[in-house]
């Protein structure tokens, strides 16, 4: 006998767990079904981004940076260590500890919203009167029937065609977090976020990193400007990264991985190395969903097509995150999963793409929101630019990392605020303010205007919405 509920979500990563509490919190009676298992076997929610993504990287990245701070930095504050080993298993052990953690709080936060969790594989089985039937496959096989059914499903990393992911030589993003010892060579393909980052641990633990990119150009989502700041300083860090290069024969053996590939000049090339990270994108995630038992409609890249406000082709079923379309962000699937409960509440649920921020958890740090200098001089939109140095920021004085600006790009006639771009420490956090102040149509001189606390690192903002009228203070 199968069990109703109001909501039925498949997928517990950051779109469906909080697409679940949002709609329990709103009344529904609601299931969350997830098949994401951790070392024992046990439910392991968060999907993606708490499992092998987000939260595991960050805390890698974390690690290697206390490492490269004592080893290399430490000096200059009077502290002697002697000489610093890092134990990689510890690591990657406190990283599993990491996630663990969040994977044990989304599962209190379901039972403290009385959200019903299935641990398991959700797929359709067919439509019903008034919903959907809904397959559980786990330890225990169940049917649950649901009015409403949000598809949560996230996405896969995307391998090269003929080179799979064995996840010993040739890693995925999964792999590339259980690494167990420092390789020599690390070779990686694909200079994105996740090829940046990965490759930014490995570089600071002691490993020879080459990143190939195809593309000709650093960061080309990225303004222009910032991403050249960046370059500049992956380069000095010893990151290399070979932009333009065409990727040919890849052998994957007992010893490592052999690179063939063509670099921007035309030369042939050969790139021997320990592992190999293919970072190339991600693909939506709909196997094994049984989408066509319903007719759900997929697009060519498999992804759930959906309107602007997350609805299907099918009544009563909505998607949300990497599996629809739109930037493949935990944040973004977390506002569309907000968005859709509301909505099937019948309220008017937000998500307004203009304003969702981008991080690169590197060091330095890249964040930004809103549209690059080159979009705008596309689009022939007037604009005035204004930047400011951390280098001239006394909080990035103290704290001895001085990399990077923060740039500001304003409406030429109104002063609205169009874009900010952040290159330097801690941009992750600094990019809130210029969320808020773009959320509400701010102009470049309000943020000028509003006192920021002295020293930090925020002044940097305020100085670079000062430097849009060519009036900064302190540069």
Request: aromatic letters at 6%; glycine letters at 12%.
């Amino acid at each position: 006998m199968s069990q109703a509920f109001d909501v039925v979500v498949i997928g517990a990563g950051p779109g469906g767990y909080i697409a679940a509490i949002r709609a329990a919190q709103l009344g529904f009676k609601v299931a969350c079904i997830d098949e994401w298992k951790n070392a024992t076997g046990g439910p392991a929610p968060g999907g993606t981004c708490t499992n092998v993504g987000c939260i595991p990287s960050k805390a890698l990245l974390q690690s290697s940076e206390h490492f490269e701070h004592a080893n290399h930095h430490f000096a200059d504050h009077g502290i002697s260590t002697g000489k610093v080993t890092m134990d990689v298993a510890k690591m990657v052990g406190r990283k599993d500890t990491v996630v663990k953690q969040n994977n044990d709080g989304i599962l209190y936060l379901f039972k403290k919203n009385k959200v019903s969790f299935f641990h398991g594989r959700g797929s359709f089985v067919k439509a019903v009167e008034g919903g959907y039937e809904i397959q559980v496959s786990g330890a225990k096989d169940e049917i649950l029937t649901g009015k409403q059914i949000v598809v949560a499903t996230g996405s896969n990393a995307r391998a090269l065609p003929g080179v799979p992911f064995d996840e010993v030589n040739v890693l995925s993003n999964d792999g590339a977090l259980r690494i167990g010892a420092v390789p020599k060579k690390l070779a990686l393909i694909g200079s994105g976020v996740i090829g940046l980052e990965m490759g930014s641990v490995w570089r600071r633990l002691g490993a020879d990193v080459t990143i190939l990119e195809g593309l000709p150009t650093f960061l080309g989502a990225v303004d222009e400007q910032i991403a050249k700041e960046a370059k500049k300083a992956f380069d000095k860090q010893g990151l290399k990264i070979e932009l333009g290069v065409t990727v040919g024969e890849i052998k994957n053996g007992k010893k490592g991985v052999s690179v063939a590939y063509t670099n921007a000049k035309g030369e042939a090339q050969t790139l021997d190395a320990d592992k190999l990270i293919v970072s190339i994108g991600r693909v939506p995630n709909t196997i094994g969903l049984n989408a066509e038992a319903v007719g759900l409609q997929l697009d060519e890249r498999g992804a759930i097509v959906v309107d602007d406000e997350c609805r299907t082709s099918l009544r009563g079923v909505w998607a949300v995150g990497d599996v629809v379309r739109g930037p493949m962000l935990a944040h973004k699937a977390e506002e569309e999963g907000v968005a859709v409960a509301e909505r099937i509440a019948g309220q008017h649920g937000h998500v307004n793409f203009n304003t969702i921020p981008w991080v690169i958890y590197t060091s330095p740090e890249i964040a930004w929101v809103g549209r690059t200098e080159q979009q705008l001089k596309a689009d022939g939109v007037a604009y005035k630019a204004g930047t400011f140095p951390f280098l001239a920021n006394g909080r990035a004085r103290a704290l001895g990392d001085t990399t990077g600006m923060v740039k500001f790009l304003a409406d030429a006639k109104t002063d609205e605020i169009l874009g900010v771009h952040i290159v330097g420490p801690m941009a992750s956090e600094l990019i809130a303010e210029a969320v808020v102040a773009m959320e509400f149509k701010a102009s470049a001189e309000d943020i000028a205007r509003i006192c920021h606390a002295h020293p930090s690192l925020s002044e940097a903002t305020k100085e670079a919405a000062l430097a849009v009228d060519k009036r900064t203070l302190n540069f």
